[in-house]
C-alpha cells in the first residue's frame, strides 16, 4: 500500500489540521513544499500563542472576538485549540455562554464558510446519503439540534448551528476528543420565527416547522442513518423543545448511545453543586428541601437525577419527591393543576396553590434553582425570602446566556447580606461584599458532558446510564477544594477542566465496565489509556 502523500503548497496552508503557519520548521517547509509561501523567520507556538491573543484582546466586542476565533480554528486548528486550553476562563465564554447566544442570533449575517452539516426536511427519504457526504468516518461525538429552543433565547432555526459547534469545541479542549472526530449537525425541519422567515440573509429553510409524525419521522430517518454510518458514536441531544426534547430521549436512550445535555449534563451539574454546598451550609443532603422556578426541560430533567440521588441516601422516592418543589408562570405545581405536562405530574404535590413569594415563605427551600429563561425573576424580595428561611441558602441562576439570568452575582450576595451560596450558568466577575470577596461559581455543563462523553468513548459503553451523571456529580463534587468553599465556589477553577474530565471519565468508565454495558473488558492500563487518548494541541 502506497504511502499517503503528504499536502504540499497552499493545500497544507489551507489545512486547519496540517496548517503550523509561521512554526513550520525548516524541515517541514521542504517537506511540506512551503519555502518561499511563509516569512522566513521560524517561531516557536508560544510566539504565535501570545500574538493571537494579542490580537483577540485588540478586537473591543466580543462578537468581534467570536468571529475571530473561528476564522483562526478554520485556519490552524491546533493553535486555536492551544489558546482554548491554556487560557479557557478567558476564551471560553467568547465561544460558548454567553456569546454564542448572541452569535446564533446573528449566525447568518456573521456567516464566512460553512461548517458541521445541515440535514434538512427536504432530505427526507435520503438522509443517510446526505450524511455520507461527511468526510471522516470516525466519528465519536455528534451534537445535534433542531434549533427550536436555543438557550433561553426561543426558536433560532438554523441559526442554532452554533451551539453544536461551540459544544464540540469544548469536548476537545476539555476532554481531549480529537477534533475530527466531532461532528455537529443542524436539523433543519423550518423555524416558526418570523423575523427570520422575513430575512435575507437566513441561511436555513424558509418555511414554518414540521412537527407531529413528520418530525418524529425525519428525526427517526436520521438516527438510522447515524446508526449506519457512525456506529460508534455518541449521539448529545442539544436545545430542543422540553416535549420533543423528553420523547427523543425516551425514545432511543436505549436504542443508541445517546443523552440530552439539557436534561441529564444540567441535572450532574446542579447535583455537583449542591453536593459541594452542603459543605457550606453544613446541611445534609438528604434533609434539604429544592424548589425550581421554571418546569422544563433543563429543570424537571434535574429534579429527576436528585430524586434518584436521594433515594440512594434511603429515601423512598415519594419521600424523595416530597423535598422537590416547582413554580412555573402559573404558581406553585399542585395536584389541583390542569393541564400539566407529563414531565411534570410526578412533582404535583397534594399543598394549596400558591404564587413564587409564598411558596418561598411556606415550603421555606434551602436551594433555589432557577431554568426559566427570564431574567430578573430572583428579585430583592426572593432573594431576601431565601436569607429569611436560611442561614447560608443556595441559589443557582441557571439560564443562559447571562441577559437571561434570573438574577446576577452582584444581586444575589448584595440582597442577602452576603449569607448566598451562589452559582450561575453564564460567568460573574468576582464580588467584593464587605470585607470579603466572592467567586461565583459557574454551574456550566462543560463540567459534565465532556468527561461523560470522553468515558462513553474510552469504554466502548452501549448505553449512558443515569448512575453515571450521578457518579459524575459526585466526582465533580470532590474537585472542589476547602480553598475554592471558602471563595464561595462551588465548583472547581476552570482552568482545571481537562483534570474534571479525565477524573469523570475513569469514573464512569469503570462504572461501565462495572454494569457490563462495554464491548470489552476493562483494561489494565485504564488510566494510562485515558490519558494517552486525549487530544494534545501541541505541534
Not at 446564533?104 to 457526504?133: Q, S, W
Not at 443542524?186 to 435575507?200: I, K
Request: charged share 25%.
Amino acid at each position: 500500500m502506497n504511502k499517503k502523500e503528504p499536502l504540499t503548497g497552499f493545500m497544507a496552508l489551507n489545512s486547519a489540521s496540517i496548517n503550523k503557519g509561521t512554526a513550520f520548521t525548516a524541515e517541514e517547509r521542504k517537506h511540506h513544499k512551503l519555502r518561499g509561501l511563509l516569512p522566513p523567520k521560524i517561531v516557536s507556538s508560544e510566539v504565535q500563542l501570545e500574538r493571537t491573543l494579542k490580537n483577540m484582546r485588540r478586537t473591543q466586542d466580543d462578537i468581534g472576538k467570536y468571529v475571530f476565533l473561528t476564522a483562526l480554528q478554520a485556519r490552524n486548528e491546533k493553535l486555536f485549540y492551544k489558546l482554548v486550553v491554556n487560557h479557557i476562563e478567558e476564551v471560553m465564554p467568547l465561544i460558548y455562554t454567553p456569546t454564542v447566544g448572541q452569535a446564533c442570533k446573528e449566525y447568518a449575517h456573521l456567516f464566512r464558510r460553512p461548517r458541521g452539516m445541515y440535514i434538512t426536511a427536504e432530505d427526507k427519504g435520503e438522509i443517510k446519503e446526505v450524511l455520507e457526504n461527511w468526510p471522516y468516518r470516525d466519528i465519536k461525538v455528534i451534537v445535534v439540534t433542531d434549533g427550536e429552543r436555543i438557550l433561553g433565547l426561543g426558536d433560532l432555526g438554523a441559526n442554532g448551528i452554533g451551539i453544536p459547534i461551540g459544544k464540540l469545541a469544548l469536548y476537545v479542549a476539555c476532554a481531549g476528543i480529537e477534533p475530527h472526530q466531532c461532528l455537529p449537525i443542524m436539523l433543519d425541519v423550518g423555524t416558526n420565527n418570523v423575523e427570520y422567515l422575513h430575512d435575507p440573509f437566513y441561511l436555513g429553510l424558509s418555511q414554518n416547522r414540521i412537527s407531529g409524525d413528520a418530525y418524529n419521522d425525519f428525526v427517526d430517518e436520521f438516527i438510522q442513518g447515524v446508526k449506519n454510518l457512525f456506529p460508534d458514536a455518541l449521539i448529545q441531544f442539544e436545545d430542543f423543545l422540553t416535549p420533543n426534547a423528553y420523547y427523543l430521549l425516551n425514545k432511543y436512550r436505549n436504542e443508541v448511545l445517546c443523552f440530552n445535555d439539557d436534561i441529564q449534563g444540567t441535572a450532574g451539574v446542579a447535583l455537583a453543586g449542591i453536593y459541594a454546598s452542603t459543605r457550606i451550609s453544613k446541611l445534609k443532603f438528604k434533609d434539604m428541601k429544592i424548589m425550581f422556578l421554571g418546569a422544563g426541560s433543563a429543570a424537571t430533567g434535574i429534579a429527576d437525577l436528585l430524586c434518584y440521588a436521594l433515594q440512594q441516601e434511603g429515601l423512598s422516592e415519594d419521600e424523595a419527591r416530597q423535598r422537590l418543589w416547582f413554580v412555573d408562570i402559573e404558581g406553585l405545581v399542585v395536584k389541583s393543576r390542569k393541564g400539566l405536562l407529563p414531565h411534570n405530574e410526578p412533582y404535583m404535590h397534594d399543598h394549596e396553590q400558591l404564587g413564587f413569594i409564598d411558596a418561598i415563605h411556606e415550603i421555606k427551600p434551602n436551594v433555589l434553582i432557577g431554568a426559566t429563561g427570564a431574567p430578573n425573576t430572583f428579585n430583592h424580595d426572593v432573594v431576601e425570602a431565601m436569607s429569611e428561611a436560611n442561614e447560608r441558602p443556595t441559589i443557582f441562576a441557571l439560564s443562559n446566556p447571562t441577559s437571561r439570568a434570573e438574577c446576577t452575582a452582584m444581586e444575589a450576595y448584595d440582597w442577602s447580606q452576603g449569607k448566598v451560596i451562589f452559582a450561575s450558568g453564564s460567568p460573574f466577575a468576582p464580588v467584593d461584599f464587605g470585607d470579603q470577596k466572592f467567586t461565583p461559581g459557574q454551574g456550566n455543563n462543560v463540567y459534565i458532558f465532556p468527561g461523560i462523553g470522553l468515558g462513553a468513548i474510552i469504554s466502548e459503553t452501549s448505553i449512558i446510564t443515569e448512575d453515571m451523571f450521578l457518579t459524575a456529580a459526585q466526582v465533580l463534587a470532590e474537585q472542589v477544594s476547602q480553598e475554592d468553599l471558602d471563595k464561595g465556589m462551588i465548583y472547581p477553577p476552570l482552568n482545571t477542566i481537562r483534570e474534571v474530565s479525565y477524573n469523570i471519565a475513569l469514573a464512569v468508565a469503570e462504572h461501565a465496565y462495572a454494569g457490563k454495558t462495554t464491548k470489552s473488558e476493562r483494561p489494565e492500563d485504564l488510566e494510562s489509556r485515558i490519558k494517552d487518548y486525549m487530544y494534545d494541541p501541541s505541534y
